[in-house]
């Protein structure tokens, strides 16, 4: 997998489109997601604006990361750039599993002290800003940072604690799938991820779904126990659509493909 590093926050602003250029996927106020994860956003989307949080949940590893993959990929597909800042262990072949264009991705692993500032810059001209929140980010500068995301058009996804947030996404259950009695591999996980929010969003809904584990993310039928949903996908309650990799079309983007990394100066 090819990739390419860029020294210092100043040039992230080579990376990126300048918030006043025409940009083919801003005819759409609102970025697509998996059809599995539409119940839980208010607009069935990632409305352009707005303040997606993702709370990590105790402990830390909770299935947080799928679900930011999961809440990326469909964007990513339709053209959308993404970045992820301050996530050091951000999977990226995860991501081109689920059918992420690793060329249309930016990594910024360690933002250093000037967090905020890659933030401000990445909101300018990236659709999608996923970020690791800082413990000692302030209310003033979340609230500006949210404030600019309003004002560019991009979607800010804070990955943990966020207050003020349209809607927090968290990962309430999860039990994975795949051990017998004493043998097998881990293949999928089963999760409960719940929704909470203001405005449209002020109702709480939880879903079961699939996070990748076997490269697919579906929806558990309530009516189909975990234990008969087969490895085509069919189940008591019928066929359910995947919506990773054996969604995608043999004229996909490669997953062999240039990703971005930045690093501080």
Same mark, same amino acid.
């Given at each position: ?22 940009? %083919? &996927?801003?005819?759409?106020?609102? +970025? ?23 709370? /990590? ?7 947080? $990361? ?5 809440? *990326?990929?469909?964007? #990513?597909?339709?053209? #959308?750039?993404? =970045?992820?800042?301050?996530?050091? $262990?951000?999977?990226?072949? &995860?991501?081109?599993?689920?059918? !992420? ?6 990594? @910024? ?8 500032? @890659? !933030?401000?810059?990445? !909101? ?7 970020? &690791?929140?800082? $413990? &000692?980010?302030? =209310? #003033? ?5 949210? =404030? ?19 809607? /927090? ?9 795949? *051990? ?5 591999? +881990?293949?999928?996980?089963e999760v409960t991820v719940s929704a909470r929010g203001r405005g449209a969003a002020a109702r709480p809904k939880e879903i079961k779904v699939w996070l990748p584990g076997d490269g697919l993310t579906r929806v558990i039928p309530r009516s189909a126990p975990p234990a ?7 189940? #008591? ?11 995608? /079309? %043999? ?8 990703? /971005? ?5």
């Amino acid at each position: 997998m090819a990739g390419r590093m860029v020294v210092g926050s100043a040039a992230l602003a080579g990376l990126v489109r300048p918030a006043s250029a025409p940009d %083919p &996927a801003s005819g759409h106020r609102v +970025l697509p997601v998996a059809p599995e994860l539409t119940g839980l956003l208010p607009n069935r989307g990632l409305r352009r604006g707005s303040t997606i949080a993702v709370a /990590t949940g105790q402990p830390r590893r909770s299935g947080g $990361t799928s679900l930011v993959l999961a809440l *990326l990929a469909e964007a #990513s597909r339709a053209g #959308s750039w993404c =970045a992820v800042v301050g996530v050091p $262990t951000f999977g990226a072949g &995860a991501a081109a599993e689920l059918g !992420i264009a690793l060329d249309r991705l930016a990594l @910024v692993p360690h933002p250093g002290p000037e967090w905020a500032t @890659v !933030i401000a810059a990445l !909101i300018d001209g990236v659709d999608v800003v996923v970020t &690791a929140v800082p $413990t &000692a980010v302030s =209310a #003033s500068v979340a609230n500006r940072l949210a =404030a600019r995301a309003r004002q560019r058009g991009s979607v800010l996804v804070p990955y943990g604690r966020w207050d003020g947030a349209d809607v /927090t996404l968290q990962v309430v259950r999860g039990a994975w799938e795949g *051990l017998g009695q004493g043998r097998g591999r +881990l293949r999928r996980r089963e999760v409960t991820v719940s929704a909470r929010g203001r405005g449209a969003a002020a109702r709480p809904k939880e879903i079961k779904v699939w996070l990748p584990g076997d490269g697919l993310t579906r929806v558990i039928p309530r009516s189909a126990p975990p234990a008969g949903v087969s490895a085509t996908g069919r189940s #008591s309650a019928g066929r359910l659509r995947p919506v990773g990799p054996a969604a995608a /079309t %043999p004229t996909g983007p490669s997953r062999r493909a240039a990703l /971005t990394l930045v690093a501080p100066s």
